[in-house]
């Protein structure tokens, strides 16, 4: 059987309109702020050489990128596990035992974030498979097609808990049997669309942020609007996740 994606956005639209200012108050701490800290205050990576640069320039480019990552990398890690924990706190206000209050939610947060992390990291290894030089383009398809069968992985394990990382994943993948393909595009859509829509801004942004004359305010709200249009579309990715595990969950009662 397959799962009614139309109803599934629609559910995941209802959420939002009824429960919008709450979803602003955890994303809007958890997600917006770091996201807009980093493109604010850390500098734009050093670019490695266009060409085929010889091997000084690749020398000193790899020490330029070692020293940027030495001293902005923790704080870019740290922004990735607050927006982690972010989409957790959405997950458990829905999936959570009868539908915690925030405070609840966040405690409850905190216990499970080791374990979803951990699933979390798992499930994003097949982006990483097309990332990789030479073969990257030919994994495109196979990579987003296993990312779609494990995308309701951090729900199962909201929804389902006790759980382990291996049993929410197994547990995915037996809940869009038969949705692969359709799973397959709404996880390129959730992996791309974001970035794609907050990419002008974050470029425009970064561009007047380094030149010398440019007006820092402009520059600033730029980065603003990326980060905003990054919490928008993950918190909508999250309440689409959150509508397809029910979809999901409906069709595959006693299995």
Same mark, same amino acid.
């Given at each position: 059987?397959?799962?009614?994606? +139309?109803?599934?956005?629609?559910?995941?639209?209802?959420?939002?309109?009824?429960?919008?200012?709450?979803?602003?108050? $955890?994303?809007?701490?958890?997600?917006?702020?770091?996201?807009?800290?980093?493109?604010?205050? *850390?500098?734009?990576?050093?670019?490695? #050489? !266009?060409?085929?640069?010889?091997?000084?320039?690749?020398?000193?480019?790899?020490?330029?990128?070692? +020293?940027?990552?030495?001293?902005?990398?923790?704080?870019?890690?740290?922004? !990735?596990?607050?927006?982690?924990? /972010?989409?957790?706190?959405?997950?458990?206000?829905?999936?959570?035992?009868?539908?915690?209050?925030?405070?609840?939610?966040?405690?409850?947060?905190?216990?499970?974030?080791?374990?979803?992390?951990?699933?979390?990291?798992?499930?994003?290894?097949?982006?990483?498979?097309?990332?990789?030089?030479?073969?990257?383009? @030919?994994? =495109?398809? #196979?990579?987003?097609?296993?990312?779609?069968?494990?995308?309701?992985?951090?729900? =199962?394990? @909201?929804?389902?808990? #006790? $759980? /382990?990382?291996?049993?929410?994943?197994?547990?995915?993948?037996?809940?869009?049997?038969?949705?692969?393909?359709?799973?397959?595009? *709404?996880?390129?859509?959730?992996?791309?669309?974001?970035?794609?829509?907050?990419?002008?801004?974050?470029?425009?942004?970064?561009?007047?942020?380094?030149?010398?004359?440019?007006?820092?305010?402009?520059?600033?709200?730029?980065?603003?609007?990326?980060?905003?249009?990054?919490?928008?579309?993950?918190?909508?990715?999250?309440?689409?996740?959150?509508?397809?595990?029910?979809?999901?969950?409906?069709?595959?009662?006693?299995?």
């Amino acid at each position: 059987m397959k799962i009614n994606i +139309g109803r599934a956005l629609r559910t995941a639209w209802e959420m939002w309109r009824a429960d919008w200012d709450l979803l602003l108050r $955890v994303t809007g701490f958890f997600v917006f702020l770091p996201q807009f800290a980093c493109s604010l205050l *850390i500098p734009v990576a050093p670019m490695m #050489p !266009e060409g085929q640069p010889d091997k000084a320039a690749v020398r000193t480019w790899l020490e330029a990128f070692t +020293g940027w990552f030495g001293a902005y990398g923790p704080w870019l890690f740290g922004a !990735e596990l607050l927006t982690l924990f /972010g989409s957790l706190v959405m997950l458990l206000l829905y999936l959570g035992n009868g539908r915690p209050a925030l405070r609840d939610a966040l405690a409850d947060a905190l216990r499970l974030f080791p374990r979803y992390f951990l699933a979390a990291l798992l499930v994003s290894l097949p982006a990483g498979l097309f990332m990789l030089p030479a073969i990257g383009v @030919v994994l =495109v398809l #196979p990579s987003l097609y296993l990312l779609g069968r494990l995308l309701l992985s951090g729900a =199962v394990i @909201v929804a389902e808990q #006790p $759980v /382990g990382v291996v049993a929410a994943l197994q547990r995915s993948v037996r809940l869009t049997r038969g949705n692969g393909v359709v799973m397959m595009a *709404i996880s390129g859509l959730l992996l791309f669309g974001g970035q794609l829509v907050a990419l002008p801004f974050a470029v425009a942004g970064r561009t007047m942020g380094g030149a010398p004359m440019a007006n820092p305010v402009a520059a600033a709200l730029l980065d603003a609007m990326a980060a905003a249009t990054l919490t928008v579309t993950l918190t909508a990715g999250i309440l689409v996740r959150i509508a397809l595990y029910r979809e999901a969950l409906a069709l595959n009662r006693g299995t």
